[in-house]
């Protein structure tokens, strides 16, 4: 199975590049989801997953927050370092300021080489400086992995307001869309599943370039219905 899948996506990618097989792991209804920056964001989505059934590990710098956020949770839920987290994860979500991106990538280099990873995380000029500048010229998903290098990188829950990621979960009638852009089809497969099993409604967007049309600043980048977000964007 492996060596197949492994061919597949030799093929698929013209020969040259030797990506990790699809890991068992992933391949299962739920694999495990390590959380590094445990904020509005990074908080509710672990809350929803475990909800959901998922086994998640927490993490922040300040060990003390995290532990009494995941006592709270409840559902298994464990914290950690972010290091823990993400070695934790066949799946990793990274939620911290745009700012601290370069250092988590330095940090935890090791334990999130070749692991799915999602990117909620937002460049604001008062807040990130110069780099946000080049990621909101350039595209985050553009700019992004050059400070994860080597992850399967999906742009995930950048555009929900952290109060609609809180309170309109699994909501009746239309769901709130997601908008994703990866360039790895079974990072953006897990992904869907993900935004699902957290109550939302996943819309593919496309290569990791064409997130910039749902970052910050963009017409997308506000809080709608999955049918909204396709007719904004033209999918
Ligand atoms: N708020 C929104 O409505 C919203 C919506 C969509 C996307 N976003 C984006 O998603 C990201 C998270 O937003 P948020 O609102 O959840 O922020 P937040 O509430 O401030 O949470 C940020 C989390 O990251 C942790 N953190 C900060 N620096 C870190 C580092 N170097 N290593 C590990 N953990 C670190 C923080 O804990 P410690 O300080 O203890 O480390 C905290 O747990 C941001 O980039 C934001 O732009 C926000």
């Known amino acids: 199975m492996e060596s197949r899948n492994r061919i597949t996506r030799r093929t698929l990618l013209g020969a040259a590049v030797s990506l990790p097989a699809i890991s068992p792991a992933l391949a299962q209804?739920?694999?495990?989801?390590?959380?590094?920056?445990?904020?509005?964001?990074?908080g509710t989505l672990a809350r929803h997953w475990a909800n959901a059934g998922y086994r998640?590990?927490?993490?922040?710098?300040?060990l003390d927050e995290v532990q009494k956020l995941a006592a709270e949770i409840g559902h298994g839920v464990t914290a950690g370092t972010p290091q823990q987290a993400a070695a934790f994860g066949d799946v990793v979500l990274v939620s911290v300021p745009f700012g601290a991106l370069p250092q988590v990538?330095?940090?935890?280099?090791?334990?999130?080489?070749?692991?799915?990873?999602?990117?909620?995380c937002n460049p604001y000029l008062g807040r990130d400086g110069e780099m946000?500048?080049?990621?909101?010229?350039?595209?985050?998903?553009?700019?992004?992995?050059t400070y994860l290098p080597g992850v399967r990188l999906v742009r995930a829950f950048n555009q929900v307001s952290a109060a609609a990621l809180a309170s309109e979960a699994h909501r009746s009638g239309e769901k709130v869309g997601v908008p994703l852009a990866a360039d790895d089809k079974q990072a953006m497969e897990v992904a869907?599943?993900?935004?699902?099993?957290?109550?939302?409604?996943?819309?593919?967007v496309?290569?990791?370039?064409?997130?910039?049309?749902f970052d910050q600043g963009a017409p997308a980048y506000k809080t709608l219905t999955a049918?909204?977000?396709?007719?904004?964007?033209?999918l």
């Open 192 to 204: 869907q599943r993900l935004v699902r099993d957290a109550g939302f409604d996943p819309v593919v």
């Open 105 to 120: 990538g330095k940090d935890n280099a090791a334990q999130l080489k070749g692991k799915i990873v999602l990117d909620t």
């Open 206 to 213: 496309g290569g990791l370039s064409t997130a910039k049309s």
């Open 132 to 145: 946000a500048k080049e990621a909101l010229e350039k595209g985050t998903g553009v700019v992004v992995p």
């Open 227 to 234: 049918r909204e977000l396709r007719a904004i964007l033209k």
């Open 29 to 42: 209804a739920k694999p495990k989801i390590g959380v590094i920056g445990a904020g509005r964001i990074g």
């Open 56 to 62: 998640v590990m927490i993490s922040a710098r300040s």
